[in-house]
């Protein structure tokens, strides 16, 4: 079993930036790729970025890529989101998640464990 435990949402202005942590718990985190998703109210859960068990291999969304930033300190069990430039488009309840299995995937059901959600708000 692994916790997950997301925290730094909160409101902020178009144009601003929040920087989203995940901490974890539980079973050896390096043994986990990890990932965040986002979902907006009345929308499908949606993939953002992943990065691999040592933090070597980043991967983005197209909506997302050159505004957000993943990142891992495996020496604190911690996995963070950068996101820059945000727009109200980016409001919705964001998700991290981890997955044990090293074969790459952006499909939410590969994900094998989830935090409960952090809520952005970008207002215009």
């Known amino acids: 079993q692994v916790q997950l435990v997301e925290s730094g949402g909160g409101l902020v202005q178009a144009g601003g930036s929040l920087r989203l942590s995940c901490a974890a718990s539980?079973?050896?985190?390096?043994?986990?790729?990890m990932g965040w998703f986002r979902q907006a109210p009345g929308k499908a859960r949606d993939f953002l970025a992943r990065?691999?068990?040592?933090?070597?291999?980043?991967s983005y969304a197209g909506s997302v890529q050159g505004r957000f930033t993943i990142s891992r300190d495996n020496a604190k069990n911690m996995v963070y989101l950068q996101m820059n430039s945000l727009k109200p488009e980016d409001t919705a309840v964001y998700y991290c998640?981890?997955?044990?299995?090293?074969?790459?995937?952006?499909?939410?059901?590969?994900?094998?464990?989830w935090g409960q959600g952090t809520q952005v708000t970008v207002s215009s």
């Open positions: 990065i691999n068990r040592s933090g070597g291999i980043t």
């Open positions: 998640a981890a997955d044990r299995s090293p074969v790459y995937s952006e499909r939410d059901g590969d994900f094998d464990y």
């Open positions: 539980g079973r050896t985190f390096s043994n986990y790729a």
